[in-house]
């Protein structure tokens, strides 16, 4: 009877499965059925419905319906019964606590929750951001790492979007400047109007939603199935001041990417040479500026055929001879002389 497990057979014998039911009924009717009858419900066994016959193996005796029937009573009374003791203890502890609540109920006064909660659960996180978008008034601020948003991304907290604007919340978003590449979310800003202000930066710091200055939500773990939901006043504080820092560094999204002030050098090339001459792998720099390691190391290369570099450390010698090697400077100041061109100003 290999292969026909409880997994196939996933009831007891107050709902018997209709192949089980015709066998079982066949025992009753006779007195007993064959092994062989039987090997297609092997429910009946595992239920006790039917046992080996002591006489013969090769046929199985059926349990008598009047026992069944009494195995079956017992069983809901058992089952009442749990449930009556579980209900007497929930009330004990609800009593008990409310009692611990009124003494304590000044103190607890003062917030309207746990400063530091755990969602684990893309279900629990959700509820959570629909609270408290619903609860949201005056505005909603947010860091989107990563590249070109997907369109899943923004279709999932478009309906929370929405609301917003319909109620007149502003909200601003930062993102990394590869965002600007992706028409997803320039559908999504335009289809929010005055609602959201976008500004961009080379990188930003990990996820992060702000709703009224009041409550956060920021990852918890690496793939996000995890969060926490922030509500202690200087935790939101020291958050709200970093997100103000990066948005004054910021970019706004309609205008253009400040000129390297070197021919050939793309603003995003730039920001790879930086993080190069900082020492980072290119698997870190990818993901520190939400691109592909394969997209990442195209920029390099074409840095390096840019900067007349044979190896990366050589690379790195022209970097810092062309002055990329630290935040970018006005272009009209940076004197740039790349090997096999006349020394000019930058444009």
Known sequence: MAGHGAEEHPHGADRLCEAGDRVYSRAVRRGRVARRDAEPVPCLLELALLHPDPDDMDWLVPTSPQEVMTRLLRGMYDEVSA????????????????????????????????????????????????????????????????????????????????????????????????????????????????????????????????????VAFIPANTDRTMALELRHPALIEYLVTVFERLWRLAIPLTAPLPDTGIEGISHREQSIAALLAEGHQ????????????????????????????????????????????????????????LPGRESRTAR
């Open 83 to 214: 449930s009556q003791r579980r209900v007497g203890s929930a009330v004990a502890a609800f009593e008990r606590y409310a009692g611990l609540g009124r003494q304590v109920q000044p103190a607890a006064a003062a917030t309207e929750g746990p400063a530091i909660r755990v969602l684990d659960g893309l279900a629990r996180i959700q509820a959570a951001m629909d609270e408290a978008t619903q609860a949201c008034t005056t505005e909603v601020l947010t860091v989107q790492p990563g590249g070109i948003r997907r369109e899943a991304e923004l279709s999932e907290g478009l309906h929370r979007a929405l609301a917003l604007r319909g109620r007149g919340v502003r909200m601003r978003d930062l993102y990394t400047h590869v965002a600007r590449h992706g028409q997803g979310l320039l559908t999504y800003l335009e289809l929010m109007g005055d609602a959201v202000e976008a500004r961009t930066l080379d990188e930003v710091i990990d996820r992060l939603i702000l709703f009224d200055r009041t």
């Open 282 to 337: 290119d698997a870190v720099i990818a993901e520190r500026l939400g691109i592909s390691v394969r997209t990442c190391r195209a920029h390099i290369a074409r840095l390096s055929e840019t900067l007349g570099a044979a190896s990366r450390t050589q690379l790195g010698v022209r970097i810092a001879q062309a002055g990329l090697d630290g935040p970018p400077r006005g272009a009209a100041a940076r004197q740039v002389s």
